[in-house]
């Protein structure tokens, strides 16, 4: 398998769930991201990990966790979600943090209720 | 701060119209710019890029032109198929901001037949 993978392609949770989304990459890359892709708004990103430590956290609320366990797998955990949060999840990597071309996964659908 | 503006769509044409997508940029630094395009249900495919002033990014049909003097990048197709039909991404990453990409809203193309 190539590319980057997400799993799952689609959640459905409730506010009081715990749940954890799933990226993996087999290019080779050393940074990972995750976006947000809300309707009507720009990509927002959420974490950057380059070399497995995390280099940026743009102001993310803590009821969403990253985790980087090596430098081909990338989790998001999350836990007493909003409604607000229900978007659609993107994972990317990029061979190193600065200034390559990143590729995406298909993204995770969540719908939080 | 560092910005992208393009229009937002939607945009419907006929197969085999002309297609122009505007994208401008506000930067501090000397970014490099990016097309990414999001195919249904699907993540971000980058499209093409350039990284410095005067340099054609191409593939697929698509061309952009990265325009110091007017800050631009527009998006170009001489004749659209239906495949084309997709949502597009202008974006930017700047060394100042840490390489991060920072993405536009993204416009809406459909072609019909």
């Known amino acids: 398998e190539t590319g980057v993978t997400q799993t799952p392609r689609h959640l459905v949770m409730g506010m009081t769930n715990k749940k954890s989304l799933k990226c993996e990459q087999h290019?080779?890359?050393?940074?990972m991201y995750w976006y947000k892709q809300s309707a009507k708004k720009p990509l927002e990103l959420m974490f950057v990990?380059?070399?497995?430590?995390?280099?940026e956290n743009n102001s993310v609320p803590s009821r969403f966790s990253p985790e980087c366990p090596n430098s081909s797998h990338l989790f998001l955990h999350l836990h007493t979600l909003q409604p607000e949060d229900s978007a659609l999840y993107l994972c990317a990597s990029s061979l190193y943090r600065v200034g390559e071309t990143q590729y995406f996964g298909p993204g995770t659908r969540l719908l939080v209720l | 701060g560092d910005s992208v503006t393009q229009m937002e769509g939607p945009v419907t044409l006929s197969e085999e119209a002309f297609l122009t997508i505007n994208c401008t940029y506000t930067a501090t630094g000397y970014p490099s710019l990016f097309w990414y395009v999001q195919y249904p249900g699907e993540g971000l495919q980058l499209l093409l890029k350039?990284?410095?002033?005067?340099d054609k990014g191409s593939n697929k049909g698509f061309e952009a032109t990265y325009r110091k003097e007017t800050t631009s990048f527009h998006l170009e197709k001489g004749s659209v198929q239906v495949s084309d039909s997709a949502v597009y991404f202008c974006a930017l990453s700047v060394a100042d901001s840490g390489y991060a990409l920072n993405f536009g809203k993204g416009t809406s193309l459909l072609v019909t037949p």
């Open positions: 290019l080779g890359h050393n940074a």
């Open positions: 350039a990284t410095k002033a005067d």
């Open positions: 990990y380059n070399f497995k430590e995390q280099t």
